[in-house]
Each structure stands twice: as structure tokens, then as C-alpha cells.
């Protein structure tokens, strides 16, 4: 016998994106959405924010890494970028540690 359907209390309507936030903040969305109807959908054009630093390297590195990026005809911060996620994601993997076997 299915689940009888709770009746879902209607969304407010508010003023300004701050307030739709404190209210969403306080109550539960399960009192006004019914979310076995949600779909999951992909935003393939978006892309992540932004900011911008000020970042000081030695000339040398700076040239280095201006004719990496030239010979792989990508600019320059691009491939900064590629290099910075590679290493984070480095820096983020558990670390094996050897058995003793074959220590």
C-alpha cells in the first residue's frame, strides 16, 4: 500500500535573494518540495568563479614557463593553472606506506 502524500505548504515569495536565503537557512525543504520528483540536470557552459592574485616569480621561472606554455601554443596562466591543480591533487593523495615485505 503506497505512502499517502503529505500535503506540501506553499513557497513564499520574497523580496530580495537575501531573504530567500534566511528563510531556506531556518526551514526544512521537505515541507514544500517533493524531491522524489527531482531530476538531476548538468550545466555543461558554467564555469567556476574566478579571483585574481598578485603573484611575484623570478623572471627566470616566469620565462620558463612562458615557453612551455608557447610550445604547447597555451597561454601562459592557463597552463600555471594545470600545473597548480596537478600538484594539489598530488599533495592530496594518501600516502602509500611500504610493507614491511618490502622494506
Known amino acids: 500500500m503506497p505512502k499517502p502524500r503529505k500535503k506540501l505548504k506553499p513557497i513564499p515569495h520574497f523580496r530580495s535573494h537575501d531573504e530567500a536565503g534566511e528563510f531556506w537557512m531556518t526551514h526544512d525543504t521537505t515541507e514544500y518540495l517533493d524531491w522524489s520528483k527531482a531530476r538531476r540536470v548538468s550545466f555543461p557552459n558554467l564555469r567556476p568563479s574566478t579571483a585574481t592574485i598578485s603573484l611575484r616569480l ?45 622494506a
Open 58 to 102: 623570478p623572471q627566470g621561472l616566469l620565462d620558463e614557463l612562458r615557453t612551455l606554455a608557447n610550445q604547447r601554443d597555451v597561454p601562459y596562466q592557463s597552463l600555471l593553472k594545470v600545473y597548480l591543480a596537478e600538484r594539489i591533487a598530488q599533495e592530496r593523495r594518501p600516502v602509500r606506506r611500504r610493507s614491511r615485505a618490502s
